[in-house]
């Protein structure tokens, strides 16, 4: 028989729901839910009168309308009537290149100094402390400042590298450092370029994927197979033959040079000394005008050389254009006294007259270099001064702080570990590259990919030296010249938001890969 | 058995020679230099290409600093000084210290203020910095916001000083209630200060009018150089913390409502840059607030960056409660302590501790974000030396030393903070190895 008896059932009161741990929960969300959306409907209240007050509206429709200003650094077409949308496109553009160049550099920087750090040599492991200290403890906006202040007031002008005796050369012939911007040569695809590109990213893929079936080889088999000579056989061998390939055959094919009627029949050499210089139409992309470049630059700087006496300035100017048609059209119209162009086109037209000088078409990648015309340089790549000292402060600050991390993660494996390694018998390299790096950068990866994502977040910074990032622009101008502020940091928050965002779940993903595999 | 030695044969040695200094190869300052520095080839080139870099940096560097000119009015009397030498022109900082360190429109007769509100912050801060110290100074540490306020802007007294009554009356009903349950008294408390506060604006009419006490007002917008940063830091930080610790236990609390609420906003916080923080403060914030409420820009960049600050801090807390074993928890429950008091008591003392290093990371990188807001043109150290400075006709292009003084004044001020949480672990560490 049992004699249990039911408690009695409690009445719900009132005061239960501030007394009673059932209860409580609920009213305090109740509570925390009521006073957020009373402080939501608050600020969207109050918006909607200072709006109606002001007499604005919400609305997105700017965007589609011209932006009406320049940009600077152009990865993507570009000109002032395109519209705001496609202005802040660029910013993005523009953003994730810096962010992209710092996150590279920084790593490099920073494993380095991470290690030396640790090194055995008292001296450079006090000098990478202080680089860090120095580093870590000052604003990087100062330190982008510094950087800028040395790209644009420290740097010679263009100027600097006029004249026969110039006062400044360029670094191999091909490289300025300017206050305008670091000028550094273009890669130019000629024939067979795309197939060389492809064939060299193919041979670094083979490289992987032959040290991959190497350690599957040594795991399965206990067979050791070479790695070193393999693979330097694996990445040049195909590069190298594909390079003489197409340089001996479509590359070494010879171009017909146009110069203006009666002036025929002379060397390239000749003309342009005769004419005291030349105006090159360059086609963009195509690898025989720069093949005529290059031979211009070279004659420009044979004058320039030899007794100062003889010294001649020659006046090489090049006139850029879109097409082989926009070429012949430009040369017909007289903008420029030369024109490179495959033998058989140069039959059929009937401007002109043909130079003795032959010039191949090309190597697979000839380099477009930059080179002083007038008073400023033209051609080539120009980085910008507000690039470099972007991408130099961020990767500089940020390499401090991934140094930090990258000591912490080698210290944190014990030193049982290499010791352990070392009476298995492995040698010092492997030890590292084995037992020791594997664990080490388990700790290390996760706070690294959040230094990336700082250096990302920090590239807004652009806005103190003028690069047009996505502050710069949608943050920037458009917020200026269209007057609307919330739309556009909206805008500008969601933007960065999806990029942390996803940085996170990259890293969440990678965490969840690498995690000690535990019961 | 004593005297065995005096039997011995007269050869034996009867006392022990005393050690000999090691060779010099294997000692001292040579074996040191051969550890260190030439342990083999390759660290003997490192040695040799980082003293060169340093000798290089030193050369370059050492007759520039030495060779300055202090005393001159522009930085062309210092070239003409220098007659083609090279030198640093350290007189632009002579000669704008005032602007360097207090902005261009803070009145200058007024300068002992914020000087003497900053070496109050020294002694106040130092009783929460150095546990040492005797517990009653906290009460100046309290009191030390309503001062700083009142030296550093100035107007009647009666508001700091009434803002400070509202406070206590607050602690008050909390302590009168909080023997019944922590939410009551903390509830109450805050609602009986905000009862005061708004009595406040009737109050101190009359009050000015019997006992009229007050400095002479400086607005926010004549606030600028290093005191700016300093003012943005501190009172960033202070308000961040108890911020902070609410939105991590709210993070890490069991209601979901609270939970989402936290979470959203920590995640939304920290996936934006400052930047666009700071231009919300300048130029969207005005669209949220009721019309014709003037929070000058100071208040609003407080604002955002107190809600910045916070986020990070609370992600430093969330690392310390995780870091605590469950054990401490359950203990806590099994004392029958309710969640108020097992936080108050058992859990966030050792979360807190857990978090101190990252909590002065954040800081760290908060004092040296405030030179964003040079950014939505205020005059901040950097803002001072990029726009009234550099922009003036006399120093235009003097920038090695104003960057160079700025970076040593944010490194002197985040080192020694660096390094007094290093030294703050150590007292703390109350385990044994």
Redesign the interface.
Same mark, same amino acid.
């Given at each position: 028989m049992s004699s249990t008896v039911e408690p009695p059932r409690e009445q719900f009161r009132l005061s239960m729901l =501030?007394n009673d741990t059932r209860y409580r929960?609920y009213t *305090?969300?109740a509570i925390?839910?009521v006073l %957020?959306i009373l402080f939501m409907a608050f600020?969207g209240m #109050?918006?909607v009168?200072?709006?109606a007050?002001l007499g604005q509206n919400i609305s997105f429709a700017f965007l589609g309308e011209p932006a009406g200003y320049d940009i600077n650094q152009r990865p993507i077409s570009y000109d002032n009537q395109d519209s705001h949308l496609r202005a802040a496109f660029v910013g993005v553009l523009n953003t994730l290149i810096v962010a992209f160049l710092g996150c590279v550099t920084a790593t490099i920087l920073g494993t380095l100094a991470g290690i030396l750090r640790l090194? #055995?040599? !008292? =001296?450079?492991a006090k =000098?990478m402390a202080a680089y860090v200290?120095?580093f870590? #403890?000052?604003?990087?906006? &100062? !330190?982008i400042?510094?950087i800028f *202040?040395i790209m644009t007031?420290a740097l010679p002008g263009p100027a600097a590298f006029r004249g026969v005796d110039p006062e400044q050369s360029m670094l191999f012939g091909a490289m300025a450092a300017t206050n305008r911007g670091v000028y550094v040569p273009e890669p130019v695809l000629g024939p067979g370029g795309w197939l060389f590109v492809a064939v060299l990213i193919a041979s670094v893929a083979g490289v992987f994927a032959y040290r991959r079936f190497a350690t599957k080889m040594l795991y399965d088999t206990g067979r050791d197979l070479p790695r070193g000579w393999p693979s330097l056989g694996i990445l040049v061998v195909p590069s190298l033959v594909v390079w003489l390939a197409f340089s001996l055959t479509a590359g070494s094919t010879p171009n017909a040079l146009l110069v203006p009627e009666g002036a025929g029949g002379q060397t390239l050499e000749e003309y342009v000394m005769a004419e005291g210089g030349a105006t090159l139409c360059l086609v963009d992309g195509a690898s025989s005008s720069t093949v005529a470049k290059t031979a211009l630059l070279r004659l420009q700087d044979a004058a320039r050389s030899g007794p100062v006496d003889d010294r001649v300035n020659l006046n090489i100017r090049t006139n850029r254009v879109e097409s082989r048609e926009a070429a012949v059209a430009a040369f017909e119209e007289g903008q420029c006294t030369l024109l490179a162009l495959p033998q058989a086109a140069a039959a059929d037209l009937s401007v002109g007259a043909v130079l003795e000088t032959e010039l191949r078409e090309g190597r697979p990648i000839e380099w477009d270099k930059p080179f002083l015309s007038g008073f400023n340089f033209s051609d080539g790549v120009q980085v910008r001064g507000s690039l470099i000292a972007l991408w130099f402060a961020l990767a500089i600050y940020t390499g401090a702080f991934i140094a930090e991390n990258v000591r912490a993660g080698i210290q944190a494996i014990p030193r049982g570990q290499t010791e352990a390694a070392a009476s298995l018998g492995l040698r010092p390299g492997r030890i590292m590259s084995l037992i020791i790096l594997p664990q080490a950068l388990r700790i290390i990866i996760p706070p690294v990919i959040s230094q990336y994502l700082n250096l990302t977040?920090?590239s807004?910074?652009a &806005?103190?030296v003028g690069y047009m990032d996505v502050?710069g622009t949608l943050?920037g101008i458009t917020?200026n010249q269209t007057g609307r502020? &919330?739309e556009s940091?909206l805008m %500008?928050?969601l933007f960065? =938001?999806i990029i942390?965002?996803s940085i996170s779940a990259v890293m969440n993903t990678f965490n969840n890969a690498v995690r000690l595999k535990e019961r | 058995m004593s005297d065995v030695h005096a039997r011995t044969v007269a050869f034996v040695r009867e006392s022990e020679i005393p050690p000999a200094p090691p060779p010099e190869a294997v000692g001292g300052a040579v074996k040191w230099l051969r550890d260190n520095l030439f342990s083999n080839w390759f660290n003997a080139a490192l040695t040799l290409a980082s003293l060169y870099a340093i000798y290089w940096v030193l050369a370059q560097s050492l007759p520039w600093i030495l060779n300055g000119v202090w005393n001159a009015g522009s930085l062309a009397e210092c070239r003409e000084i220098l007659a083609g030498t090279s030198g640093a022109c350290w007189a632009v900082l002579t000669e704008r210290w005032n602007q360097l360190l207090f902005g261009f429109t803070y009145p200058s007769r007024l300068y002992w203020r914020p000087s003497l509100a900053f070496l109050l912050l020294l002694v106040c801060a130092a009783p929460v910095l150095f546990p040492a110290l005797p517990r009653r100074m906290l009460i100046l540490t309290a009191f030390y916001p309503f001062v700083a306020y009142f030296l550093i802007w100035g107007g009647s007294i009666w508001t700091p000083v009434l803002t400070a009554v509202g406070f206590m009356v607050g602690y008050a009903v909390y302590s009168r209630l909080v023997t019944q349950s922590f939410a009551m008294g903390f509830f109450g408390g805050v609602v009986a200060a905000l009862v005061f506060w708004l009595l406040q604006g009737y109050l101190i009419p009359p009050l000015s009018a019997v006992a009229p006490i007050a400095l002479e007002a400086v607005p926010s917008r004549n606030m600028g150089g290093f005191m700016l940063n300093i003012i943005l830091g501190t009172v960033c930080i202070s308000l961040s913390l108890p911020i902070g610790i609410a939105l991590a236990l709210g993070r890490q609390s069991s209601l979901p409502i609270i939970k989402w609420i936290s979470v959203i906003f920590i995640e939304f916080i920290r996936g934006v840059p400052l930047i666009t923080l700071l231009f919300v403060a300048n130029v969207v914030l005005a669209y949220f607030l009721p019309p014709q409420t003037n929070l000058d820009l100071i208040l609003r960049v407080v604002i955002m960056i107190t809600m910045f600050a916070s986020a990070y801090i609370a992600e430093v807390v969330r690392g310390g409660l995780a870091a605590l074993p469950r054990g401490q928890y359950e203990a806590a429950d099994s004392l029958g302590l309710d969640y108020a008091q097992a936080m108050r008591l058992i859990i966030l003392p050792q979360a807190l501790k857990i978090s101190i290093p990252g909590i002065v990371n954040v800081a760290v990188g908060l004092f040296k974000d405030t030179t964003l807001v040079s950014v939505i043109s205020m005059f901040d150290l950097v803002g001072m030396i990029r726009g009234p400075i550099l922009a003036s006709t006399d120093w235009n292009g003097v920038y090695w030393e104003l960057f160079g003084f700025a970076a040593l004044l944010f490194f002197v001020v985040c080192y020694g903070i660096s390094q007094y949480s290093q030294w703050l672990e150590r007292q703390l560490q109350t385990d044994r190895r």
């Amino acid at each position: 028989m049992s004699s249990t008896v039911e408690p009695p059932r409690e009445q719900f009161r009132l005061s239960m729901l =501030l007394n009673d741990t059932r209860y409580r929960s609920y009213t *305090f969300q109740a509570i925390a839910l009521v006073l %957020l959306i009373l402080f939501m409907a608050f600020l969207g209240m #109050n918006l909607v009168r200072n709006l109606a007050d002001l007499g604005q509206n919400i609305s997105f429709a700017f965007l589609g309308e011209p932006a009406g200003y320049d940009i600077n650094q152009r990865p993507i077409s570009y000109d002032n009537q395109d519209s705001h949308l496609r202005a802040a496109f660029v910013g993005v553009l523009n953003t994730l290149i810096v962010a992209f160049l710092g996150c590279v550099t920084a790593t490099i920087l920073g494993t380095l100094a991470g290690i030396l750090r640790l090194s #055995n040599n !008292w =001296l450079v492991a006090k =000098l990478m402390a202080a680089y860090v200290e120095a580093f870590r #403890n000052v604003p990087v906006l &100062i !330190w982008i400042l510094i950087i800028f *202040f040395i790209m644009t007031a420290a740097l010679p002008g263009p100027a600097a590298f006029r004249g026969v005796d110039p006062e400044q050369s360029m670094l191999f012939g091909a490289m300025a450092a300017t206050n305008r911007g670091v000028y550094v040569p273009e890669p130019v695809l000629g024939p067979g370029g795309w197939l060389f590109v492809a064939v060299l990213i193919a041979s670094v893929a083979g490289v992987f994927a032959y040290r991959r079936f190497a350690t599957k080889m040594l795991y399965d088999t206990g067979r050791d197979l070479p790695r070193g000579w393999p693979s330097l056989g694996i990445l040049v061998v195909p590069s190298l033959v594909v390079w003489l390939a197409f340089s001996l055959t479509a590359g070494s094919t010879p171009n017909a040079l146009l110069v203006p009627e009666g002036a025929g029949g002379q060397t390239l050499e000749e003309y342009v000394m005769a004419e005291g210089g030349a105006t090159l139409c360059l086609v963009d992309g195509a690898s025989s005008s720069t093949v005529a470049k290059t031979a211009l630059l070279r004659l420009q700087d044979a004058a320039r050389s030899g007794p100062v006496d003889d010294r001649v300035n020659l006046n090489i100017r090049t006139n850029r254009v879109e097409s082989r048609e926009a070429a012949v059209a430009a040369f017909e119209e007289g903008q420029c006294t030369l024109l490179a162009l495959p033998q058989a086109a140069a039959a059929d037209l009937s401007v002109g007259a043909v130079l003795e000088t032959e010039l191949r078409e090309g190597r697979p990648i000839e380099w477009d270099k930059p080179f002083l015309s007038g008073f400023n340089f033209s051609d080539g790549v120009q980085v910008r001064g507000s690039l470099i000292a972007l991408w130099f402060a961020l990767a500089i600050y940020t390499g401090a702080f991934i140094a930090e991390n990258v000591r912490a993660g080698i210290q944190a494996i014990p030193r049982g570990q290499t010791e352990a390694a070392a009476s298995l018998g492995l040698r010092p390299g492997r030890i590292m590259s084995l037992i020791i790096l594997p664990q080490a950068l388990r700790i290390i990866i996760p706070p690294v990919i959040s230094q990336y994502l700082n250096l990302t977040k920090n590239s807004s910074l652009a &806005i103190a030296v003028g690069y047009m990032d996505v502050t710069g622009t949608l943050g920037g101008i458009t917020l200026n010249q269209t007057g609307r502020a &919330i739309e556009s940091i909206l805008m %500008l928050m969601l933007f960065y =938001l999806i990029i942390s965002l996803s940085i996170s779940a990259v890293m969440n993903t990678f965490n969840n890969a690498v995690r000690l595999k535990e019961r | 058995m004593s005297d065995v030695h005096a039997r011995t044969v007269a050869f034996v040695r009867e006392s022990e020679i005393p050690p000999a200094p090691p060779p010099e190869a294997v000692g001292g300052a040579v074996k040191w230099l051969r550890d260190n520095l030439f342990s083999n080839w390759f660290n003997a080139a490192l040695t040799l290409a980082s003293l060169y870099a340093i000798y290089w940096v030193l050369a370059q560097s050492l007759p520039w600093i030495l060779n300055g000119v202090w005393n001159a009015g522009s930085l062309a009397e210092c070239r003409e000084i220098l007659a083609g030498t090279s030198g640093a022109c350290w007189a632009v900082l002579t000669e704008r210290w005032n602007q360097l360190l207090f902005g261009f429109t803070y009145p200058s007769r007024l300068y002992w203020r914020p000087s003497l509100a900053f070496l109050l912050l020294l002694v106040c801060a130092a009783p929460v910095l150095f546990p040492a110290l005797p517990r009653r100074m906290l009460i100046l540490t309290a009191f030390y916001p309503f001062v700083a306020y009142f030296l550093i802007w100035g107007g009647s007294i009666w508001t700091p000083v009434l803002t400070a009554v509202g406070f206590m009356v607050g602690y008050a009903v909390y302590s009168r209630l909080v023997t019944q349950s922590f939410a009551m008294g903390f509830f109450g408390g805050v609602v009986a200060a905000l009862v005061f506060w708004l009595l406040q604006g009737y109050l101190i009419p009359p009050l000015s009018a019997v006992a009229p006490i007050a400095l002479e007002a400086v607005p926010s917008r004549n606030m600028g150089g290093f005191m700016l940063n300093i003012i943005l830091g501190t009172v960033c930080i202070s308000l961040s913390l108890p911020i902070g610790i609410a939105l991590a236990l709210g993070r890490q609390s069991s209601l979901p409502i609270i939970k989402w609420i936290s979470v959203i906003f920590i995640e939304f916080i920290r996936g934006v840059p400052l930047i666009t923080l700071l231009f919300v403060a300048n130029v969207v914030l005005a669209y949220f607030l009721p019309p014709q409420t003037n929070l000058d820009l100071i208040l609003r960049v407080v604002i955002m960056i107190t809600m910045f600050a916070s986020a990070y801090i609370a992600e430093v807390v969330r690392g310390g409660l995780a870091a605590l074993p469950r054990g401490q928890y359950e203990a806590a429950d099994s004392l029958g302590l309710d969640y108020a008091q097992a936080m108050r008591l058992i859990i966030l003392p050792q979360a807190l501790k857990i978090s101190i290093p990252g909590i002065v990371n954040v800081a760290v990188g908060l004092f040296k974000d405030t030179t964003l807001v040079s950014v939505i043109s205020m005059f901040d150290l950097v803002g001072m030396i990029r726009g009234p400075i550099l922009a003036s006709t006399d120093w235009n292009g003097v920038y090695w030393e104003l960057f160079g003084f700025a970076a040593l004044l944010f490194f002197v001020v985040c080192y020694g903070i660096s390094q007094y949480s290093q030294w703050l672990e150590r007292q703390l560490q109350t385990d044994r190895r």
